[in-house]
């Protein structure tokens, strides 16, 4: 789609929309795949989910059944906003140890495909660490009762935040691995932008444990946040990564040699 | 023209603020129920809405300057980021104190004091990316700035929502259309004084931009020499 | 192919703030010769290569690449990149390496060479089920040329191809890159290394103060250039040819 905005490749949207999912698909199996043999992320963001959750019980555990439902929304996104920023460095961490995101760069494949893949796995694992998460709350915290009790809302509503975060959260991510910058501005810019979203995603978590009505409204504005943060992520993704071509001329010249 | 026009702004806000103070400390009835504390109301509110203004022209100058590389749109950007963190500034002090008389409370939570808060962070992170960022980090930080001004919005609503389901501290209501007729000279004046400041600082950026690029021709014409004279 | 190069550089210049790297520099890549592009250690090879790879746009100056001056997904399915880092997947096998480029590739509609004669060819066939990640950087140099050889590019840039190479990875890269040639592609080669690159290249540049400074030239009696060209000329030996044998 950005491809569409600002380079030349003039063919159909449609068309260049579908090699764009494709080629993401293709890039998040190869990298769920690469995970699968050596579970690095998953093992050390597991591990770190479980520390947090473990510190989260110790300095909450005297808290009364009463004050449980205003506290245990924040200690889940709390944690999701911590995990969610040691994993999102990690995988692009990765690609620079490697530099492998160059040589997806300079390859035919569509930027915006990299940013869907790269956002695509950083949610399935932030997701896995956040279910864990919620687990562990609803066996420490009698008020989290409803995580177990409404499983699917539950299931959505974790989806829904986890997505929030690695669409935002991916753009930063690459933008930082391509630049050799430093990681300290990775957790500086992603906390500040990311707060709207886990606002949303806390509201909609209380309104849950407390049985209100209004959770599937609260749902539907953290996805309507949601599709926000994609558009804007995938849009911006490519002028922030390798910047726009200064002239566009030539483009269209080139695209009718081109068989 | 173009050199004396932030000065002469600065000139135009320099005869409004004083009429402006005289106006809202001495002819505008002091407020019932919060007392003389009300009157920082004439700087606060105008001072958010500076804050607002350039925050959007900071997202906006930013997405020029990733879709047309264009020198000039980063350097507003730049100019308006750090405009935005002293008027958030000025907003985030002021608050507080008219907060702390009105409601006893200096920080309560409410959906404007967040949501201008989550603000001044963002574009705090702007100045920081700009500073500390490697090579290639103007793009980073212009993409930071479009999200910000993006978020300008949705961290009002989200925080608003967020604030509902806390208990609430009732913001005085109307005000008499004498206090508003006060604070427009004042909002002219603030305006006024920050559209000057922004151009000054653009003119800056610019004068530095100019100045790498006499340096980069006066080092191209001492390398070119020594390479021309030798084949 | 009408005869205009397939790489036109005009007076690119790059500059990260008063820094100048490159200076309005000039470069003409045709179709079926090799360049060789020689300069120490922050001259601006690797600046260079980026834009001429699209990964970074000129300050200034003009990038052409087949009557484009675009870098879209057209564009980059006609060159390919081998970088001085590997650029591999540690996790994945060669073939699943090479296999996952040439699915990319496919979808967007490219042209794939068969995967195990290409790294047969470059004489990793009894390597194809091992994970990169055991790889020696020999190897992995020869791996990433794999990839890049996939799509026959029509233009092939490398960085740094000959430093972890050993005397016979020299020998086959310098004799695949001859077939690439004479096959019809255009090749840039970049490099500090000056005997490698005369050993393999049709011609060599001197990139040096941000301009291609001269052409060093053939042979050490013909350097009628500046006192650096004539200095590299002078430790240059004798030319070799095996490349060409």
């Not at chain 1, 490697?98 to 694992?125: C, G, N, Q």
């Not at chain 1, 959505?156 to 910058?181: E, I, K, P």
């Not at chain 2, 930013?62 to 500034?89: F, H, P, W, Y």
């Not at chain 3, 009696?221 to 004539?230: I, K, L, N």
Request: glycine letters at 8%; a positive charge.
């Amino acid at each position: 789609m950005s491809e569409a905005l600002w380079g030349p490749g003039a063919r159909a949207k449609t068309s260049l929309d579908m090699v764009a999912l494709r080629q993401a698909w293709l890039l998040a199996v190869n990298d769920l795949r690469q995970e699968a043999r050596d579970l690095e992320l998953i093992l050390t963001s597991t591990f770190f989910s479980l520390v947090v959750l473990i510190m989260l019980g110790m300095s909450f555990s005297a808290l009364g059944v009463s004050s449980q439902p205003l506290a245990v929304p924040g200690m889940l996104w709390l944690s999701v906003a911590f995990v969610g920023a040691l994993t999102l460095g990690r995988i692009f961490t990765r690609e620079r140890e490697f530099d492998t995101l160059r040589a997806l760069l300079v390859a035919p494949v569509e930027r915006v495909s990299i940013y869907l893949a790269k956002a695509f796995v950083t949610m399935v694992i932030l997701l896995g660490c956040s279910l864990l998460t919620v687990l562990g709350l609803t066996l420490l915290f009698p008020a989290a009762q409803p995580f177990a009790d409404r499983p699917l809302e539950t299931f959505a509503l974790v989806t829904m935040g986890c997505t929030a975060y690695a669409g935002v959260g991916t753009l930063f991510a690459a933008g930082l691995a391509s630049s050799s910058g430093k990681n300290v501005l990775l957790s500086v810019i992603l906390y500040p932008l990311t707060m709207p979203s886990l606002l949303f995603a806390l509201v909609a978590t209380r309104s849950l444990l407390e049985g209100h009505e209004s959770f599937t409204t609260y749902l539907g504005q953290l996805t309507a946040t949601n599709v926000l943060a994609f558009v804007v992520g995938a849009w911006l993704f490519e002028p922030v990564l390798v910047g726009v071509p200064q002239k566009r001329r030539g483009a269209a010249r080139a695209a009718r040699r081109r068989r | 023209m173009k050199n004396i026009l932030p000065f002469a702004m600065l000139g135009v806000a320099a005869l409004i603020f004083p009429t402006s103070v005289s106006t809202i400390f001495l002819e505008t009835p002091i407020e019932q129920q919060m007392g003389t504390v009300q009157k920082i109301f004439y700087f606060h509110v105008p001072l958010a809405w500076i804050m607002m203004l350039l925050a959007v022209v900071c997202g906006v100058s930013a997405g020029i300057q990733l879709r047309r590389d264009s020198k000039r749109a980063e350097a507003v950007s730049i100019a308006a980021a750090e405009l935005v963190l002293v008027t958030g500034l000025g907003v985030l002090i002021t608050g507080p104190i008219w907060g702390h008389a009105t409601w006893g409370k200096a920080w309560t939570w409410d959906a404007r004091q967040v949501s201008t808060g989550l603000l001044w962070l963002v574009f705090a992170a702007y100045v920081l990316v700009r500073h500390y960022g490697a090579a290639g980090s103007e793009r980073l930080a212009a993409g930071l700035a479009i999200f910000g001004a993006i978020d300008v919005p949705v961290i009002y609503y989200a925080v608003k929502i967020w604030k509902t389901t806390h208990p609430s501290n009732d913001v005085a209501g109307s005000l008499p259309a004498s206090m508003w007729a006060a604070l427009w000279p004042a909002l002219i004046a603030l305006l006024l004084t920050s559209l000057a400041l922004l151009f000054i600082r653009v003119r800056q950026e610019l004068t530095d931009v100019t100045l790498d690029e006499a340096w980069i021709s006066l080092d191209d014409a001492g390398a070119a020499q020594p390479a021309t004279g030798d084949a | 192919m009408d005869d205009s190069p397939l790489l036109r550089l005009r007076g690119v210049g790059k500059h990260f703030g008063r820094l100048a790297v490159l200076r309005g520099l000039d470069l003409d890549l045709c179709a079926g010769e090799i360049v060789g592009l020689i300069g120490a250690n922050g001259a601006g090879k690797s600046t260079l290569l980026s834009i001429i790879a699209g990964l970074m746009p000129p300050s200034r100056g003009e990038r052409t690449f087949a009557g484009s001056t675009g870098v879209g997904l057209a564009e980059r399915a006609r060159f390919a990149v081998v970088s001085h880092t590997a650029q591999t997947y540690p996790r994945l096998t060669a073939i699943e390496n090479l296999q996952l480029f040439a699915s990319l590739r496919e979808k967007a509609g490219a042209h794939n060479e068969p995967l195990l004669p290409t790294l047969e060819r470059l004489g990793l066939g009894y390597a194809a089920r091992r994970q990169a990640g055991t790889f020696s950087r020999g190897m992995l140099q020869r791996l990433a040329l794999a990839r890049a050889l996939l799509g026959r590019p029509e233009m092939l840039l490398l960085d740094e191809p000959f430093t972890a190479l050993d005397r016979p990875g020299r020998t086959l890269l310098a004799n695949v890159l001859a077939q690439e040639r004479d096959r019809g592609a255009a090749i840039l080669l970049i490099s500090h290394d000056l005997e490698a690159l005369v050993s393999v290249a049709d011609r060599v540049l001197l990139l040096e103060g941000g301009v291609i400074a001269g052409e060093v030239p053939r042979a050490p009696e013909h350097a009628s250039f500046g006192p650096r060209v004539r200095e590299l000329a002078g430790r240059m030996p004798s030319v070799g040819t095996e490349a060409h044998a």
